[in-house]
């Protein structure tokens, strides 16, 4: 017995990242909700199904003060997700699991409720269109939906009708009269979001007898009939009261273009007023201070082909008289970071923010001038609470300001859930649905100088061992965005995986990364193959001299932009024994045109300026074997993109095919995913052709390529 028991222990692999089922099973955490009475935290599960196809989600409820076990407390093959607290400390949630009370009905994603003493969950509201997100008030019992109608329907019955017409007819057809028709990996259309109220229906069968948890149903009033496709990734906040909902709509403009608009939303009458709208800027509604009377506003210029956006925090009192704009005042401009706004402390002193900041993405507190809500134009005070070099998101704040919780990774640790004293910044790690994944090797915070004089930071993941008399193979990988910042744990991008393989794995900062000011976004904008291409070579250069890295065994990976400029480096230098390109940008005339937010990236550069970043002019001098990734559901990089560069590497480059058609260059294609891969078995093919690859050209070896690709 003992024998066998020590086979199966040696069987386990040193770390989960030693073996790619056990990463892909590690449990997931996303998103947190608090109750109004600070008891209850509840956040968002994924974990593999029974077959390892895809994740499933399912609610937890954490202990606030950190001292019982997390637990369990939705479950179903369908997931729950989408958690929010209404001010009766009810939960409410969004799940496509069957109703019980209606089984024969056709599964969508209804308006599920958890009574706040407990009991089974129960539907309260399903429509044939389902149910997108839930919005709560913080101090009324007033409840909001985001769903979506078929443009034509008049009301919910005609939605439904017009529903199932389409569906028994086989009918996907989409006739636009607009821009965009695409959003990543998303067809826009027919349906459009609207937001409802979520009120008392009639009860059907007054009088009839009933258990005593039976309820009157719930019915919807659209409180924005007229908002057409304006309200398609709207970010939306609910005053306290309930009284107002404040979103942006996107406002199409002429030639394609838009740009977001601030409005609110008056509850009782259905009806909404613009607050602000200026040319050249878009605006999106933030939290609303504990009064009902500020309101955060976060505005983002519109690039030009010369000038980066610029990201900023406005504070607006909503009941003051005259016009919304002239009671606009600027927060914390002189702060030269991009906030992201997060929460109001209670007694709407200050409001916690968090920002990506020189590698890390902390909890800082911004109190304005005067220490009131709405007080001050300038000589705010902005905080730093949290010390560590994480990153921080969902953040909510207890009813007594005292604390705060979050979502905190790095890229020693996933995202998990924690307790922030505000007085102090201690950080206190919750009792979680799954322990921390065991890591073996080092992380450590490496730099260059620019030839500019600028800081190249970057963190440098280290195997077990890497040492002068065993230095190890270096993979550079490259960002996307470029609007970015490696600061945050990643499923997709996992360095570890490769560091279990011996690799160490260099994670840089280049221009057009956020965390370090304006200027060092602006040193890259508009010539992409200039300052963020030398910043690359720079830190690379710096990191190969150290004794416990291989010079002679290298590669550069990235995706999205990092896909671009991987592209880029093979057109530019022959240094790496090898390039992998994911849902990558090759020809940005090309691109411009086609992906699913042109009007943005048209704004950008001119043709000039695309043409003169653009790797696919460099075709003909790319030497290193590469490795194409793209998905064909990807809107955001177009699949034609990957086909093109595949077809030109073969044809152009200097290592096209041969007589007999052979090339080392390889295309991984993925027929039915998108920008990103999010089908496990699809991940578990990903890393074990990259794995393949990097090891027959970087190490000259041979690695299996995995089963199921069926070679």
Known sequence: MASEDSAILSEQPATPFHDIDHYLAIPRVSGLALSPDGQRLVTTVSTLNGKGTEYVTALWELDPAGGKHARRITRSAKGEAGAAFAATGDLYFTSARPDPDSPD????????????????????????????????????????????????????????ARRKSRKDNKVSAILHSGYP?????????PDQPRIFAVEP????????????????????????????????????????????????????????DSRSVLVAIDVATATHKVLLDREGMSYFAGPVSPDNRTLVVLSESDTTPRQAPQVKLHLLDVRAPGEPEANLR?????????????????????????????????????????????AGAGNEEVTRVTRDAAAYSDVVVSPDGSSAYALRSSYEFPPEAVRIDLASGQVTRLQAPAERPRIRGSLERVEAAASDGARIPAYLALPEGASAQNPAPLLLWIHGGPLGSWNAWTWRWNPWLLVAKGYAVLLPDPA??????????????????????TDLMKITDAVVERPDIDEARTAAMGGSFGGYMANWVAGQTDRFSAIVTHASLWALDQFGPTTDASQYWLKEMTAEMALANSPHLYVEKISTPMLVIHGDKDY??????????????????????????????????????????????????????VGHFLARNVLDQDAPLPAELGL
């Not at 007054?206 to 398609?232: F, I, Q, S």
């Not at 005053?239 to 394609?256: E, M, N, Q, V």
């Open 105 to 160: 009905d056709d599964p969508v994603s209804a308006l599920w409720q958890l009574p706040a003493d407990s009991g089974e969950a129960r539907v309260v509201l399903s429509r044939a269109g389902g149910i997108s997100q839930v919005l709560t008030a913080g101090d009324s019992d007033a409840t909001f939906v985001t769903a979506s109608v078929l443009a034509g329907s008049a009301d919910e019955e005609a939605d439904e």
């Open 181 to 189: 028709v695409r959003y990543w990996d998303a067809d826009l259309g």
């Open 201 to 256: 229906g009639e009860d059907k069968d007054p009088g009839k007898p009933a258990t005593v948890d039976a309820t009157a149903p719930l019915k919807l009033r659209n409180l924005t009939p007229e908002a057409a496709g304006m309200l398609r990734n709207a970010d939306s906040v609910v005053s306290p009261d309930g009284r107002t909902i404040y979103t942006s709509f996107d406002k199409p403009l002429a030639k394609a």
């Open 330 to 374: 600027p927060l914390a401009h002189g702060w030269d970071r991009w906030a992201i706004k997060a929460a109001w402390l209670p007694d709407g002193s200050a409001l916690l923010v968090t920002a990506d900041d020189d590698g890390a993405c902390p909890v800082f507190r911004i109190t304005p001038a005067g220490a009131g809500a709405g």
């Open 512 to 533: 057009l990364s956020t965390g370090y000011g304006q200027s060092f976004v602006q040193r890259g904008w508009g010539e992409w193959g200039k300052a963020p291409f």
């Open 636 to 689: 955001r990089v177009p699949i034609s993109e990957g086909l093109r560069l595949w077809y030109e590497l073969l044809s152009k480059s200097q290592l096209a095919a041969d007589d007999n058609g052979r090339t080392p260059h390889r295309f991984l294609y993925y027929p039915d995913e998108n920008h990103w891969i999010l089908q496990p078995q699809h991940a578990k093919v990903w890393y074990g052709v």
